[in-house]
């Protein structure tokens, strides 16, 4: 029993102290020099048909609308949070998501136009930093948060007030 209780002890903090640090960086507006938005959490979300979650497919998802706490966000086919990164500017046709971050927040891969559900806002595609195509939205990068193991989880929201669901106009939900 008294070891459970160390490793608690141990853990609480180190997992306190991984989800402070996820996000915590903006791309070099933040006084600290973060780390543009890692997280801790590992791979990307597993969905089943490899056409999301990491863009090993290469073929775009579906975008999709679906009704949560926050609203009317956008989702993907299989009903995975897609979101934003503040530190990425807006239409510039470039994402700052790269070697950890990238990790953490899978880009949505892009290629064909993707069939689009309730989603209003300009979809269009750049070049991600691994160089696939990669979906934006409203001319936000797209990116999935390795952290939300089922659809409609929305534990990337708010992540080092960085990270945000976007409405289906593209706007960033930022609650």
Request: glycine residues 22%.
């Amino acid at each position: 029993m008294k070891t459970g209780h160390t490793l608690k002890a141990v853990a609480v903090p180190l997992l306190l102290l991984t989800l402070t640090a996820c996000g915590a960086g903006d791309g070099g507006s933040s006084s600290d020099g973060g780390d543009s938005g890692n997280g801790g959490y590992g791979a990307p979300p597993a969905t089943g048909d490899g056409d999301s979650g990491g863009g090993a497919s290469g073929e775009a998802p579906g975008l999709r609308t679906a009704d949560t706490r926050l609203g009317t966000i956008v989702v993907d086919d299989d009903g995975m949070v897609l979101y934003q990164f503040d530190s990425d500017d807006r239409g510039s046709g470039t994402s700052t998501c790269e070697g950890q971050c990238a990790q953490n927040w899978p880009s949505v891969p892009g290629g064909e136009t993707p069939d689009v559900d309730g989603v209003s806002g300009e979809v269009g595609t750049i070049t991600g930093v691994d160089g696939r195509s990669q979906l934006t939205l409203n001319g936000w990068p797209l990116y999935y948060y390795a952290g939300d193991q089922a659809p409609g989880d929305l534990s990337g929201q708010g992540v080092g007030d960085v990270w945000w669901v976007l409405t289906p106009e593209g706007e960033p939900i930022r609650d």
